[in-house]
């Protein structure tokens, strides 16, 4: 009998190395650079019946691939995957969800304790020596204590972060565009009206044609001249120019971002303020939580070349019916 030929998998550009290391048990890898084009000839094209991605898979790139079955997609959001056109095709895209939920709502946590009580700045007030030399670091002006959160975006991530801020005692509301009738939390139908409500806002929303520069200087005049704003979501969501300018004038109170809208480049302006906390998109960046992330990448596809079935389907592409 016949010995059936290795699917051939795609990686375009850098993933996590475990995901080339375990697809390469069962499959042929193709590595190529992520660049402008895909540049594939037609036989090496014809091969590819699975792609592992972390980042962008263009439509073009799609079409040039004219036995592909499967697009792994490396992360919760994959805005950057044209799935309409894999849709079209047939084609099923998956990505990570849930791995990552804890890892990211620890991360918001942390950023909110940063920001208002300017940690990351006592810390170097500390080793700059300015301890010793100044005497006792500024008191912060800001607390957590009896604050009102509200929360852009309840879905699996959003509701991690409400639970894990309720053992600090601050009042929870949220805005999305359904309320929810299996959590007490307060609801709001408009994110404005959140914001004019709580005095502090945290992010955590999809990049959608909705969410882009959803919080825009209204919604941060909203919030407010106590308010903080808390980004673990999309760098495209918050209007940075208004945001840059409501910080100036003082119409908020701080920020914290862990994204930013052209990340790596980040505003120089906001990294003058003395009350903005900043990370380089480190919410899921630890070891343990990548490692979940590239092994479901990975497993989604072990499971459509086994059973035909993927693991964790986007919406757009159902799973099939068997």
Excluded at 26 to 33: A, G, I, S, T, Y
Excluded at 247 to 275: C, H, K, M, W, Y
Aim: some cysteine.
């Amino acid at each position: 009998m016949a010995i059936q030929p290795r699917p051939t998998i795609l990686v375009p550009g850098r993933i996590n190395p475990r995901v080339t290391d375990r697809l390469a048990e069962r499959f042929d890898v193709l590595c190529v650079p992520h660049g402008p084009d895909l540049e594939l000839g037609e036989a090496e094209a014809a091969r590819v019946r699975g792609v592992a991605v972390s980042g962008a898979l263009p439509g073009r790139w799609i079409a040039q691939l004219p036995n592909l079955q499967v697009i792994s997609s490396f992360g919760v959001g994959y805005d950057a995957v044209d799935v309409a056109e894999a849709a079209g095709r047939g084609i099923f895209v998956t990505n990570t969800p849930d791995v990552l939920n804890d890892e990211v709502a620890d991360t918001a946590v942390a950023l909110l304790i940063n920001t208002v009580r300017q940690l990351p700045q006592a810390e170097t007030w500390l080793r700059q020596g300015r301890w010793e030399r100044e005497g006792p670091f500024p008191l912060s002006p800001l607390s957590l204590k009896g604050r009102h959160v509200g929360i852009h975006g309840l879905g699996r991530i959003g509701r991690e972060i409400a639970r894990r801020l309720e053992p600090f005692k601050v009042r929870i509301s949220y805005h999305t565009r359904r309320p929810r009738t299996d959590l007490g939390y307060g609801y709001f139908p408009s994110l404005t009206a959140l914001a004019e409500a709580v005095d502090t806002l945290i992010s955590i929303v999809p990049k959608t044609p909705e969410t882009f520069k959803a919080i825009n200087a209204d919604v941060l005049s909203a919030l407010g001249p106590n308010g903080v704003l808390i980004n673990v979501g999309r760098g495209w969501t918050v209007d940075e120019e208004a945001l840059i300018e409501a910080l100036r004038s003082g119409t908020i109170a701080g920020a914290g971002l862990d994204v930013f809208q052209d990340e790596p480049r980040v505003p120089e302006e906001l990294l003058t303020f003395p009350n903005v906390s900043l990370l380089p998109h480190v919410a899921s960046a630890s070891v343990p939580t990548r490692n979940a992330m590239a092994d479901l990448v990975v497993d989604n596809l072990f499971s459509w070349f086994e059973t035909g079935r993927v693991l964790t389907p986007v919406p757009e592409t159902p799973q099939p019916v068997k």
